[in-house]
């Protein structure tokens, strides 16, 4: 396979009520290397309390809002403020705009610091995302499962996020699927991932 097709290379999940796909070589072995050091270092990482049952956690995740605008976004209670897309996030938002044909303006990172790290069951629904949000995910470091349920039948679905992969999930995905980055106490090692939203 040569670099352009398996750059583009595009796998769409087989799931009702959903529109996801999933490009798994979408950066070269390389660059995705180069691009993880300089994110986990650059980043301004954040951990912010979340209140779960009345009772106020550490977010068990590192996380950072970066935009090319000045909305907030708030999710979970947490209202946060973004910071100016850097030099490679601006790189990285470029090509996944291409790929998607769309103009994303804000991206919400994540940082598992290991597999004690994790996101729980949730959907992307935030009303700043408008009615049918569009996420594209870039995830760069330890491959972590990605698990999906359906809000309201009995289907699964799971994959396994790889270095430099990216994961676009659109239409009445999250109108009707739940996702989550559950644990995994065998995971010693990071992972950095970005989420490409559309906030205007
Ligand atoms: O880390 C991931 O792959 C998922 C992140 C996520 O679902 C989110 O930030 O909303
Ligand atoms: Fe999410």
Redo the contacts with the bound molecule.
């Keep these: 396979m040569d670099l352009f097709t398996s750059q583009n290379q595009n796998i769409q999940l087989k799931m009702p009520d959903a529109d996801v796909s999933y490009f798994p070589f979408f950066f070269e072995k390389t660059e995705a290397d180069q691009l993880f050091d300089i994110l986990k270092k650059s980043i301004q990482w954040q951990q912010d309390d979340i209140k779960v049952f009345g009772k106020v956690h550490k977010q068990p995740r590192l996380t950072a809002l970066y935009s090319s605008n000045k909305n907030t976004y708030t999710y979970s209670n947490i209202t946060m403020q973004p910071h100016v897309f850097t030099d490679e996030l601006s790189k990285i938002k470029k090509k996944v705009d291409h790929i998607s044909s769309e103009i994303f303006t804000t991206c919400?990172l994540?940082l598992?610091r290991d597999g004690q790290d994790s996101?729980g069951w949730?959907s992307?629904n935030e009303k700043e995302l408008g009615p049918e949000p569009i996420?594209a995910?870039v995830?760069f470091g330890e491959e972590?499962w990605?698990h999906f349920k359906h809000k309201t039948k009995e289907l699964k679905q799971k994959l396994l996020?790889q270095h430099g992969s990216l994961l676009i999930m659109r239409g009445k995905t999250q109108e009707n699927w739940l996702?989550q980055?559950p644990k995994s106490k065998k995971i010693k090692n990071p992972r950095v991932?970005l989420?490409f939203r559309i906030i205007n």
């Design positions: 919400l994540n598992y996101n949730h992307d996420i995910s995830s972590r990605f996020l996702h980055l991932n989420t």
